[in-house]
């Protein structure tokens, strides 16, 4: 195995959003893990809720 620090992404989900004022409720974003990968501008994010119910974007 290599020593890459590249992230293991889960399979594919599909989820329906509902935006409203420009809000999207967490719980409807993050999978069960409490974890979101993001794709931006070429590089890759993970959005995750803490034990403490806070928000952590890293990339």
């Not at 290599?2 to 989820?15: D, F, I, L, M, V």
């Not at 004022?21 to 931006?40: K, T």
């Amino acid at each position: 195995m290599s020593g890459s620090s590249t992230p293991q992404r889960p399979a594919r989900h599909q989820r329906h959003l509902t935006v409203r004022d420009g809000r999207v409720n967490s719980r409807a974003l993050l999978d069960e893990n409490g974890l979101l990968w993001i794709q931006h501008q070429g590089g890759l994010y993970q959005l995750r809720r803490t034990a403490a119910g806070k928000l952590i974007l890293t990339k």
